[in-house]
């Protein structure tokens, strides 16, 4: 199975399947990727039996593999200065390749560094989490962190080829299936009440790896975020969308320092559930649609955020919601929804009255 993103510079395929990655040379020939160089940077968790097969369905030319331990912590210009470094040491050009295979830290690295080194090399993305093959592997986002906050520093680069392979998820525990459900959720409320009722009802199947469902699930949520890609790809107005939740998310996983107690996946459904509360109370969505979303993300068992958090954090989490790169003005820019599947854009909250109601979470 294949589908195509078409941006103003770029149509590249997006390959769906199981074992699909090991047909990588004949992926790079259709593409017409002929590197006399190839560097494949990979995240040390990926099993070694998937990656030992990778390295042997590569032709022996001048290949480099080189692994690396990818978290939020380490998605800096460190990291990318190690990957200039070898590109530069190894005198590679913008007809050769760079492969990622990791989750979206892996990839938005990757991809900025392929993309900033001689103005572009060719970047095949193998994204190897569901909340990457979803999500960050598709849009042509780059992107690293600073003391600012969550992907202050990036550009907008399409890569060349995206591979989805299922293969990957077999070996993910539940907590990182459900950090990917997450941005396959938001994908349905922010386009689609049918999906998102599908999800509803087969959300144990995707989690305990159910070949078909899973694979419709990925299918389906590629399919939103690629059309909405191609009408916007810039992120000038439609794209926002796919921010719902994440002016929250991003704003919890800085507060906590990006620690291991709260994955990005789960900040997405803390501020899923956080927006949608905040979008009944200003009088848009619906009573009985938030009742839907929230019973959902209860069953997902990321419905408080007093797990969390503590009262006293809100100044912090406001601090960086301020600062969010979405922000153009001193007052918070937030996505809100309508009803199920209808958004709303731009809608700007002073600060003061984001913080009364984050502090009415606390006081329920």
Do not use: W
């Amino acid at each position: 199975m294949k589908l195509f993103v078409k941006t103003k510079d770029k149509k590249y395929p997006i390959y769906f399947g199981v074992n699909n990655c090991f047909k990588i040379e004949k992926i790079l020939e259709q593409n017409k990727i002929y590197p006399k160089k190839l560097i494949v940077i990979y995240d040390r968790n990926i099993p070694k039996k998937i990656l030992s097969k990778f390295r042997n369905k590569l032709k022996k030319n001048k290949n480099i593999f080189f692994g690396l331990h990818f978290s939020e912590k380490v998605k800096n210009f460190n990291t990318v200065k190690k990957i200039l470094n070898v590109l530069g040491k190894n005198n590679f050009n913008r007809d050769d390749c760079l492969i990622s295979i990791g989750g979206g830290i892996a990839g938005d690295i990757c991809a900025f560094a392929a993309s900033i080194y001689k103005r572009g090399l060719k970047f095949v993305n193998i994204p190897s989490t569901l909340l990457s093959q979803v999500d960050s592997s598709i849009g042509g986002k780059t992107g690293i962190n600073n003391f600012i906050g969550k992907n202050m520093i990036g550009t907008f680069s399409q890569p060349n080829v995206v591979i989805i392979d299922i293969i990957f998820l077999k070996s993910l525990p539940k907590r990182e299936m459900i950090c990917g459900y997450a941005e396959i959720l938001k994908h349905s409320l922010v386009s689609n009440k049918k999906f998102f009722i599908f999800l509803k009802n087969n959300f144990k199947s995707i989690l305990n790896l159910n070949l078909n469902t899973t694979k419709k699930a990925i299918l389906s949520s590629c399919k939103i975020k690629k059309e909405i890609v191609e009408k916007d790809e810039k992120e000038n107005n439609l794209r926002k969308t796919l921010n719902y939740g994440h002016t929250f998310a991003h704003a919890f996983e800085s507060t906590l320092g990006y620690s291991k107690k709260l994955n990005h996946g789960e900040a997405v459904l803390l501020g899923i559930l956080t927006a949608s509360k905040f979008s009944n109370n200003e009088k848009l969505l619906p009573k009985n649609e938030l009742k839907m979303i929230e019973n959902h993300i209860k069953e997902l068992k990321y419905n408080n955020l007093k797990n969390y958090f503590k009262k006293n954090n809100i100044n912090k989490i406001l601090n960086f919601m301020i600062k969010d790169k979405k922000n153009n003005s001193k007052d918070i820019n937030l996505i809100l929804l309508k009803k199920i599947s209808k958004p709303v854009l731009n809608n700007r909250y002073s600060q003061y009255k984001v913080k009364t109601f984050l502090s009415s979470l606390f006081d329920k």
